[in-house]
């Protein structure tokens, strides 16, 4: 199981920004996909998950309506995309996939079984 998060860099406050977890050696059908983050000096926190046979979604308050999380089946790719964003928005990004259909509960780390490299987001002026 090979999870690859892309797509970080530095946006300037009110910016777009989208993030790609891209899965290799099996699929993320029967999974599913979440995107955390973690600030300097604080805890990883749950952002978003795609149950993805069925495509439903869930977001942490403090990014809903801002952040979309989608799937892109002929790729085996889950994208983050993500608007107006904060400096407050910076992180390492990190995606991970597991086994759980409850979204609810996948909003906790214990929750996922796989975790793919972070990516930086940086929102400066």
Known sequence: ???????????????PLRLSCAASAFTL????????????????????AIRWSIGNTVYADSVKG??????????NTVHLQMNSLKPDDTAIYYCAVGYGTILSEMRLKRAYDYWGQGTLVTVSS
């Open 29 to 48: 059908d029967y999974y599913t996909v979440g995107w955390f983050r973690q600030a300097p000096g604080k805890e990883r926190e749950f952002v978003a």
């Open 66 to 75: 801002r952040f979309t999380i989608s799937r892109d089946n002929a790729k």
């Open 1 to 15: 199981v090979q999870l690859q998060a892309f797509g970080g860099g530095f946006v300037q406050p009110g910016g």
